[in-house]
């Protein structure tokens, strides 16, 4: 019953029967008076003066401080705390699952721009300006790999090796 009252306030018991035995009380001294009220009314004049005191105190700033949140969010769990490398992965894994379209794949464009940039950065390479020289460093299999359309994704072992070739750039 709280829970469901909870967006009143604290509302108990005790109140409520005061409350009635105050309109109960008024109803007497009014009827001695010579006002003739009607009981129900003031019983639910009472209460709904009561519920309406018992919302205010329940929007009332809370004095207590509340505890800290511990916010966790669904995109960076704590089990996978490479997120890089799991993009990676799962972009890789989204290549294999679709055959055919590895070519226009996120991984080969991606795998293609971190080859170039490796190679225009630590050898001063380009893989349309020097074609050879690219070739006689990463070797004919990653440089037609890298240059030539790829439909399928390459088994693990055959992207282990090119992966190998473009970190030894």
Not at 64 to 76: D, S, Y
Not at 81 to 91: G, K, L, M, S
Request: charged share 25%; aromatic share 8%.
């Amino acid at each position: 019953m709280n829970d469901f009252l909870a967006p009143f306030g604290r509302l108990t018991l005790w109140p409520a029967v005061g409350a009635v035995a105050l309109a109960v009380v008024f109803w007497a001294i009014a009827l001695v008076s010579g006002v003739d009220f009607s009981l129900w009314q003031l019983i639910l004049l009472a209460l709904a003066a009561l519920l309406v005191n018992s919302v205010v105190n329940g929007m009332r700033a809370d004095t207590v401080k509340a505890p800290e949140l511990r916010v966790r969010t669904v995109n960076e769990p704590s089990w996978r705390p490479f997120t890089d490398v799991n993009r990676w992965e799962d972009r890789l894994i989204f290549a294999q699952a679709k055959p055919g379209r590895f070519e226009t794949s996120n991984a080969k464009r991606q795998l293609v721009e971190i080859a170039s940039e490796r190679l225009r950065l630590r050898r001063g390479l380009t893989l349309d300006g020097q074609p050879d020289q690219c070739r006689a460093l990463l070797g004919e299999g990653t440089f037609l790999f890298l240059t030539r359309p790829v439909h399928d994704c390459p088994a693990p072992r055959e992207l282990d090796v090119h992966l190998k070739a473009i970190e030894e750039i």
